[in-house]
């Protein structure tokens, strides 16, 4: 069997993410308690339904610290089990529970919005820290919706090498695992026939190549990915992200995550993202 689970932050999207699953053919349930986890499968292998996405997260209640104890048990039956947490900047989450006046699940007459937000995070670290990561602070539901195609396309099998772009004007993605600043390499945007294209056009491209310092940082990113991705692999990491920030997400950063991805393709499973070219 197959088993998809979504856990993360309330607001950050969980429910988008699983309607695209139902969509793409899952038995789906939300809100599930995780001491249920199991009897849930069981009775699921007995009706052949063979891929099974659930929603598990504070909602459960205390049980939910025990969700990392449940994967590894049904792991261990030999269930191909793989966990999507989905998280956003706070301030992200609050105004998405202003915009929809939708009560957060530990608020109570003590604790203020940020407050709540705050202890959902420490009661969730443990199951962010096993499972992909996916930063919604910038993403709309059908960007977040291509994005978990992306998720369950892959081979599960294999490390995903994943390359993101973004701006630090809109914040440094959370899911990164290593971010570079290239902040200091010459800025297309300055150049009026320049900006309004990104770093995916032959334009920009040849007027970064034109710099040396482009190629020089291209080239230490570059080598230290090869250097250090065998002891990623050794470690059996599902997922890599490295993330490519300049100041606005639209030309230095996704000119150099383009080249880096065209280079690792031909070795490992390659993902890329441009968090700010999402219409």
């Not at 996405?53 to 261990?76: M, Y």
């Not at 081979?155 to 995903?160: I, S, W």
Request: with cysteine.
């Amino acid at each position: 069997m197959q088993l998809f689970l979504i856990s993360g932050l309330s607001g950050s999207g969980k429910s988008v993410a699983l309607r695209m699953l139902e969509d793409s053919g899952y038995y789906c349930v939300d809100n599930l308690p995780a001491d249920l986890l199991s009897s849930l499968m069981d009775n699921l292998r007995q009706s052949g339904n063979a891929r099974v996405a659930v929603s598990i997260d504070v909602r459960s209640g205390g049980s939910v610290r025990q969700l990392p104890l449940h994967i590894e048990q049904l792991k261990q039956r030999g269930v191909d089990v793989h966990l999507l947490f989905l998280d956003a900047q706070t301030d992200t989450l609050v105004k998405r529970f202003s915009e929809t006046r939708r009560r957060h699940p530990l608020s109570d007459d003590r604790l203020t919005l940020p407050e709540c937000i705050q202890r959902e995070r420490e009661l969730l670290a443990e199951i962010g820290n096993i499972g992909h990561r996916i930063d919604t602070s910038e993403l709309g539901a059908n960007a977040l919706r291509d994005w978990v195609k992306d998720f369950i396309r892959v081979d599960r099998a294999r490390l995903t090498l994943l390359f993101q772009s973004f701006g630090f004007k809109n914040g440094i993605p959370l899911d990164a695992d290593f971010v570079f600043d290239i902040r200091c390499l010459p800025n297309p945007h300055y150049d009026p026939a320049l900006r309004p294209l990104s770093g995916r056009d032959a334009a920009v491209a040849k007027f970064l190549e034109r710099n040396p310092d482009v190629l020089r940082m291209y080239d230490d990113i570059l080598n230290f990915i090869e250097n250090w991705l065998p002891c990623f692999l050794a470690d059996n990491r599902s997922y890599l992200t490295v993330a490519i920030g300049c100041t606005g997400g639209q030309h230095r950063s996704v000119y150099l995550a383009e080249k880096l991805a065209r280079h690792f393709e031909a070795q490992q499973q390659v993902l890329l993202r441009h968090r700010e070219l999402i219409a």
